[in-house]
């Protein structure tokens, strides 16, 4: 079974902050991804990474930065958090039929 | 912007009854199209999927119709029963240069009542 694990399922943080959120996966897959989800808005892709440290930005990069040293591990990065990144956060990785393996996703409160 | 549309946002079902969730799409290129189900406080988990080169994928109470030439796809559940009531998400996948993207609908959360 893929295994995709976030670093947190929970977290508050002050606006300013910078923010750090973890995705390891276990399956060896070359691409991995990270997602907000809000209500009504659906997934939307802020970052992907093909490989070890290549990377591209998604649909809404803006305020995100993406760190990837090994393969197994993508890292998301907020700079300098703000209240409009409250969100839930969703790491994946893609297998090589297409499929992506999700994790249980952070959710980010910024105050 | 590649979309996805996604249709009802919300859908009551009594126990026993078909749930059909309805996607459309725009791009051309899209080459797979997967449905994901989403519990409360989890991440979303892959469904069904289906390719292009195929009307229909069936797996259980779970079915995917895909109509190429309109440009649409749906989610059938048979006999719906409460541990359904989740909230599913359709998507589209393109090949770029350097990975499969997904574009995902906006989610149609599904209550089963008894």
């Known amino acids: 079974d893929v295994k995709v694990t976030q670093s947190s399922r929970y977290l508050v943080k002050r606006t300013g902050e910078k923010v750090f959120l973890e995705c390891v996966q276990d399956m060896d897959h070359e691409n991995m991804f990270w997602y907000r989800q809000d209500p009504g808005l659906g997934l939307r892709l802020i970052y992907f990474?093909?490989?070890?440290?290549?990377?591209e930005k998604g649909d809404i990069p803006e305020g995100y930065s993406v760190s990837r040293e090994k393969k197994e591990r993508f890292s998301l990065i907020l700079e300098s958090a703000s209240t409009n990144q409250t969100s839930m956060y969703l790491c994946a990785s893609i297998g090589t039929r297409a499929e992506q393996y999700f994790g249980p996703g952070t959710r980010l409160t910024v105050t | 912007q590649q979309q996805v549309k996604q249709s009802p946002q919300s859908l009551i079902v009594q126990k026993g009854g078909i749930s059909i969730i309805n996607c459309a799409y725009e791009?051309?290129?899209?080459?797979?199209f997967p449905w994901y189900q989403q519990f409360p406080g989890k991440g979303p988990a892959l469904l069904i999927a289906i390719r292009p080169d195929v009307s229909e994928k069936k797996e259980g109470r779970f079915t995917i119709s895909f109509n190429k030439s309109a440009k649409q796809f749906s989610l059938h559940i048979m006999d719906s029963q409460p541990g359904d009531s989740a909230t599913y998400f359709c998507a589209a996948s393109i090949r770029t240069g350097t990975a499969s993207k997904l574009t995902f609908g906006t989610g149609t959360r599904l209550q089963v009542t008894l």
């Open positions: 791009n051309t290129a899209f080459d797979y």
């Open positions: 990474s093909y490989d070890v440290k290549m990377k």
